[in-house]
């Protein structure tokens, strides 16, 4: 389950960095939800929500720690009374003090897996990094660490140097997705490829079109540049609809939902995948879930898949 929607607004410079108002009981209903379907792997990240995300999940998980895996983030600095996110801190003392928060706000005395939530960060800056990432591994704080980046170079640098490096968290999903790149890497140093994005930013989910128009919270009306599945005004991207619906009849077949589907193609393209789909409510888990029952899809199918988008 991906928790960054559940940490509700938060903003920078660029403008909403969250996904809208969130209910908090909502939320904690979802992740116990989660749990009883067999869910027990949650992501996270110390910005989501300006820390409110970490605080609401290590609620919900209080006296179930021991049952599921704590994924976390930091790198990106932000002030928890205002929500406001300004900027990054790439240094090593950094590490140590939002590893600490961290810790608090999940209620716990370690995470699982502790990841590089700075994409882009220069692979020799990086590197820097990893004496300290070793250290926590050492003192049990974490128990692995990871980056969160598209860059194939830069999970390359860590799958190679890192001795505890166990992820690479990526955005990948079947309109967004591809052999080549990072989960080549991933399986070539026995990493986990966590896919971000899985039901890309809801257009596989089946519940919007074109008319469709998020509100100005919504991080996807935000217009910055990464942005490129909903377009400034807050609409789908008309080109990914149509990709969507050229593959939805396969992604539906034997009793799938769309979103059941997507999910079920990131399990058949690779051993490796690890898709984090986010929902902040107890039906988007119900229907995330139901994907177990599934499985994956068949490998005669992904071929089909990739014929009709070349991907």
């Known amino acids: 389950m ?45 910005v989501y ?16 720690r021991d049952q599921v ?7 990106w600095k932000f002030d928890e009374e205002t929500k406001y996110a300004d900027g990054g801190d790439d240094s090593a003392a950094y590490v140590r003090q939002a590893v600490t928060a ?32 070793e250290e926590l591994v050492a003192e049990g704080k974490i128990r692995a660490y990871g980056w969160s980046t598209d860059s194939p170079e830069r999970a390359e640098a860590w799958g190679r140097d890192g001795a505890h490096c166990a992820a690479i968290q ?5 309109i967004r997705g591809s052999r080549h790149g990072v989960l080549e890497v991933c399986e070539r140093y026995g990493l986990a490829s966590i896919n971000r994005g899985p039901l890309a930013m809801g257009l596989l989910t089946g519940k919007y079109d074109a008319s469709t128009q998020v509100g100005p919270k919504d991080v996807r009306a935000s217009g910055v540049g990464w942005m490129t599945l909903f377009g400034k005004d807050g609409r789908p991207s ?19 939902t769309l979103a059941q589907g997507a999910l079920g193609w990131l399990w058949a393209v690779s051993d ?24 994956p899809l068949t490998k005669a199918q992904v071929g089909e898949i990739e014929a009709l988008l070349a991907v």
């Not at 810790?103 to 370690?110: I, M, S």
């Open 2 to 46: 991906g928790c960054w929607a559940i940490g509700g607004p938060f903003h920078n410079d660029n403008g909403p960095s969250g996904w809208g108002e969130v209910d908090d009981d909502e939320s904690t209903r979802t992740v116990h939800r989660a749990l009883e379907l067999g869910v027990d792997f949650f992501d996270t990240a110390d």
């Open 49 to 64: 929500g300006a820390g409110h995300s970490e605080r609401v999940l290590g609620r919900a998980l209080a006296g179930r």
């Open 69 to 75: 895996a704590i994924a976390t983030k930091w790198g």
């Open 102 to 133: 961290s810790l608090d706000r999940l209620g716990t005395d370690y995470i699982d897996l502790y990841q590089l939530h700075m994409g882009n960060l220069a692979i020799d800056r990086a590197a820097e990094l990893l004496g300290t990432l």
């Open 170 to 174: 990526h955005d990948f999903s079947v």
């Open 238 to 256: 008309p080109e990914d609809l149509t990709r969507i619906e050229s593959v939805r009849e396969i992604l539906t077949s034997n009793g799938r």
């Open 272 to 295: 490796a995948t690890i898709p984090i789909p986010g929902c902040r409510t107890v039906a988007q888990v119900e229907d995330n879930a139901g994907a177990l029952e599934k499985g």
